[in-house]
């Protein structure tokens, strides 16, 4: 095809075009519609009991107490939507990300990187293998151009497309999509091609389909799983206490005779008592048996819910004797008007302790966590596409990473080239077998500026003719292509026929690995013509190449073969019998930023090996030159090629893998088999690449990381993670977010569940100390769902913390709630409870009742606790002061700072719906300095801890 017909569209056709036919973006996916995510809230077994409690306050007049709790249910709920909602706009602002993944286009007569959302109808595009069609288009040209077109037909096996009236076309005869026609989203499994797009955005086959479509992008993490089950079993616990102390205080009052006088009055009292009884259970039933199946995972289905139904009457039975034994005798029948009364106290009681235990904020503070942290890995240079990444990556223990452009600059440059019969690196031969045999093209700029458009090694080639002076268009244009056969991994060359414009000759050139070619050459061209290849001259051949791979260099070798072909041959079978012309040698220097991260993942205890397609000794040397060998140098066993290690069975490839540092010459099938083999030694994998050829090994990985500038379209949808600017210290990076981020959910766990076990032990005792409600719903509610989700938000702003690269990875079996942790929380909670009950038993005093002053002190004290306790569960993990944290994040005292204003504005406004008197203004500041020591004891016990730590 003539040159001229690739101009392409002008500036002015481009706005034209995309005013006529529209933008080639697709519309969001459709979504449930928001209230009814919102009414989902309220299935929450939690908000139900609280509904129900807000019903029974109002029955019996408690209006403001009533009112209260719906306006507190209305409040959670809305928080759990608004967050729900929010991590839906991240995922499809990750989704439109795919949308300005550039692409090459020829407008105005040169080819310019464009993104997909900026396509228009009448742009013509070149792809290559790996990329994905950005829009419906026609072929215009195509050299072994195949596509995966499964997605849209089922069809397995890759279709290749011809340019219209094509004659294989003819001879295909009817198919699903013409074969000269392209379609969104299908990616290009081999060769390439031009195509012209002819319809973009909705209008593609893809998009009308997508109108129809409903993706969920939410996806539940497996630390979110883990948090799930740990939810679980704490309401779990909740509920049993909850029953059981419903239950025992029931049968207490009415063995005292306190609500039941006759004996009617007593089958009504007995009756209201089973039905809220029965009202709790019926949330209840179905936690137990998620417990059971927890426990005991083999224990499913009908015989797990006859167990749960046995244990609930078993604990009705237990509590009910408990009451009377606590009565003393069974009473006579007497009058009591206050028997409604007493048992909606005690249910208010027993939908208290539900509150306090069950976590409602832990979900909801992972969520935040995820999200935050997702933001601001995007800003680091990680753009998370799965959520899950952002805390599994922290756990990754292997890095296997490919070498250019993420260890390297990817600046692919010539170095040298050694050609015996063209020892200046010119000549008509040469610069015609680059220019051909070639996928790759460049980008030049109105001033002369180039810029490899496609793979680096193939354009550091065009750049170095363009340095020359030379066009590589009409060289590549002069000779009249027959055919060609694309590069792959497992060949390791690429091959193109057709005429030769300097010699006027059918001529097959090759070019690739210089030992795979080398071993397919018979002949050598030198200055006084060609040659017999002998084995000693292909022995100081080699000797050569291992010099400049040696210094870290790539090497291509170019060969050649004049030959009249069969229509139809094989180029990968003929390219046999060459004539062997020299090759050259690219630099790529490795980035200044990876040695230290190398040292940093080493600290770490994070292994990395390098798996690139180079020689052996191309791969040593940049493993020298980053910091990879040992003081020794690399160990037997560390360097292996793709084929050697290929040749392992499964347990000496676990066992060699695990010492492995560099495998070299590697194809994605030896890549693939490396990552499976480790993640079968049990170490958590992170693998980085760039190409089709890494993409199963990126979606096998743990965490697949894809580079963002020069990864295909397949590798990044493969990959969790896409790495902006493709450098290996950003992997480094997301490690330290990744481990920071778990560290930051650790703490929120600490703080949590130090309050809902203080607070559960302290409502547990009030009733059989004489306080029924030491804690009301209502206060409980802002405790345990609002404060705690801002003080999760607090914790998730905290920055990344180098020191968590200093310790060794978690291992991923690991409970998150560790040893450590637990004492922390149980040892903190019992303190707590024992001052709060001594408090209490002072605060009754001679008279009985505890006044509404003393009562209010007391919830703004356990709040002001937790408030200083945040401060030191902030300090948790790191052994250092807490005056050493003070600057580095404002909006943690920003938020701090809402809950302490929180607090106040509550106590000052509060009133009768939270049981509360305002305070004056020295009686704040008493709460406050005396709340204070919380934070102190906690300075003074890690100064201790300072001193004892071993130096």
């Known amino acids: 095809m003539d040159q001229l017909n690739y101009k392409g569209l002008s500036a002015a056709e481009v706005e034209d075009s995309r005013k006529k036919n529209g933008a080639n973006v697709l519309a969001p996916p459709v979504r449930v519609p928001w209230y009814i995510q919102y009414l989902r809230k309220f299935s929450d077994p939690v908000i139900r009991i609280l509904m129900i409690a807000a019903i029974l306050s109002c029955v019996i007049g408690d209006w403001v107490e009533g009112g209260g709790i719906l306006v507190a ?9 608004i967050n729900e909602y929010r991590a839906e706009k991240e995922f499809d602002l990750l989704n439109q990300s795919n949308d300005d993944l550039p692409y090459k286009v020829i407008r105005e007569g040169a080819f310019v990187m464009v993104p997909r959302r900026d396509l228009v109808v009448g742009d013509v595009v070149f792809v290559e293998q790996g990329e994905e069609i950005p829009a419906d288009a026609l072929v215009l040209e195509a050299v072994n151009l195949q596509l995966d077109q499964s997605s849209l037909t089922g069809e397995t096996d890759p279709v290749e497309k011809f340019p219209s009236g094509h004659p294989e076309i003819a001879r295909l005869g009817e198919c699903i999509y013409p074969a000269d026609k392209l379609l969104r989203g299908t990616p290009v499994v081999e060769g390439y091609g031009y195509a012209r797009l002819v319809a973009v955005g909705e209008h593609s086959e893809i998009g009308k389909t997508a109108r129809e479509a409903s993706l969920e992008s939410d996806e539940e993490t497996p630390l979110q799983k883990q948090l799930e089950k740990l939810s679980r079993i704490i309401g779990l616990v909740g509920f049993v206490i909850a029953a059981t102390t419903f239950g025992v205080l029931v049968g207490r009052e009415i063995v005292r005779g306190d609500i039941v006088q006759t004996l009617p009055q007593w089958g009504v009292t007995a009756t209201l008592a089973l039905a809220l009884l029965v009202a709790l259970l019926r949330v209840w039933l179905p936690l137990i048996t998620d417990g059971l199946e927890l426990i005991l995972p083999r224990f499913r289905g009908p015989e797990c819910r006859v167990a749960a139904c046995l244990i609930a009457a078993a604990v009705i039975a237990v509590a009910g004797l408990g009451g009377i034994a ?4 069974w009473p006579d029948p007497v009058m009591s008007t206050a028997a409604l009364g007493k048992i909606l106290g005690f249910f208010m009681i027993a939908v208290t302790l539900i509150v306090v235990a069950v976590p409602e904020g832990l979900a909801m503070s992972v969520t935040l966590s995820l999200a935050y942290s997702m933001r601001r890995m995007t800003a680091s240079n990680n753009l998370v596409r799965k959520m899950h990444a952002c805390e599994t990556i922290g756990a990754a223990t292997v890095i296997c990473t490919d070498k250019t452009g993420t260890l390297t600059m990817n600046r692919m440059r010539v170095s040298s080239m050694r050609f015996a019969a063209f020892p200046e690196g010119k000549g ?47 060289l590549r244009f002069a000779f009249q292509l027959k055919e060609q056969l694309t590069f792959s991994t497992e060949r390791k060359f690429m091959a193109t026929y057709g005429r030769s414009a300097v010699d006027d000759t059918m001529v097959l050139y090759v ?10 050459s018979a002949r050598v061209l030198t200055a006084s013509g060609e040659e017999e290849l002998s084995d000693a001259k292909r022995e100081e051949l080699f000797d050569e190449l291992k010099q400049y791979q040696a210094r870290g260099m790539r090497t291509l070798a170019i060969c050649m073969r004049r030959v009249e072909l069969p229509a139809g041959a094989d180029l990968a079978d003929v390219a ?20 230290p991260a190398i040292r940093s993942c080493r600290t770490a205890g994070i292994q990395v090996k390098v798996v690139t397609g180079d020689s052996p000794e191309t791969a040593r040397e940049i493993g020298r030159q980053i910091g990879l060998a040992g003081d020794g140098g690399f160990g037997e066993g560390e360097i292996l090629t793709g084929r050697e290690y290929a040749a392992l069975d499964d347990d000496e490839a676990v066992r060699i893998g695990r010492k492995l540092k560099i495998m070299a010459r590697a194809r994605p099938e030896d890549k693939l088999k490396l990552v499976r083999a480790l993640k079968r030694s049990g170490e958590v994998v992170a693998v980085t690449g760039d190409g089709t050829n890494d993409a199963p090994a990126l979606n096998n990985a743990d965490v697949g990381i894809a580079m963002g500038k020069t990864g295909t379209a397949i590798a990044k949808e493969a990959a969790a ?25 650790q703490r929120f766990i600490i703080f949590q569940l130090t309050i809902n076990v203080a607070a559960l032990l302290i409502a547990v005792t009030g009733p059989f100390l004489g306080v029924e409600l030491p804690l009301t719903v209502i206060q409980m509610l802002w405790i345990n769902l609002i404060m705690d989700t801002f003080a999760a938000l607090a914790l998730a702003t905290e920055p990344p913390d180098p020191a968590v690269m200093d310790r060794k990875p978690r291992r991923s079996g690991d409970f998150i709630v560790t040893g450590t942790m637990a004492k922390n929380i149980f040892g903190t909670a019992i303190a707590l409870v024992a001052f709060f009950i001594g408090w209490l038993l002072h605060m009754k005093g001679e008279a009985g009742a505890v006044l509404l002053r003393d009562q209010t002190v007391f919830f703004s004290v356990f709040v002001l606790i937790q408030f200083w306790n945040l401060f030191n569960v902030r300090a948790y993990g790191t052994a250092g002061s807490f005056l050493r944290r003070l600057g580095g994040n404002h909006m943690f005292y920003l938020i701090a700072g809402a809950i302490l204003a929180g607090q106040i504005v509550i106590v000052t406004f509060g009133g009768r719906a939270f049981r509360v008197a305002p305070l004056d203004v020295l009686t704040w500041v008493e709460i406050i300095a005396a709340t204070s020591l919380v934070l102190w004891i906690g300075e003074l016990i890690r100064f201790v801890a300072r001193r004892l730590a071993p130096k």
């Open 511 to 520: 070019k690739g690995a210089p030992e795979i070619l080398l071993a397919r």
């Open 428 to 474: 008509a031969l040469l610069e015609e077998s680059i220019a051909v045999n070639t996928t790759g093209n460049l980008s030049i700029s109105p001033d002369g500026a180039a810029e490899a458009v496609g793979n680096p090694t193939e354009g550091a080639l065009l750049l170095y003719l363009h340095g020359l002076g030379l066009d590589f268009l009409k």
């Open 73 to 81: 249910i209305a409040l959670a709920t809305f928080i759990a939507f």
């Open 576 to 595: 046999n019998e060459l004539t062997y012309l020299g090759f050259a040698a690219i630099s790529d220097p490795v980035r200044p930023e990876v040695p």
């Open 721 to 745: 993670i896409i790495l902006l600017d493709d450098s290996f210290a950003s992997v480094v990076n997301a490690v330290l977010w990744g481990r920071s981020l778990y560290a930051n959910i």
């Open 326 to 329: 606590l009565g003393g005798v």
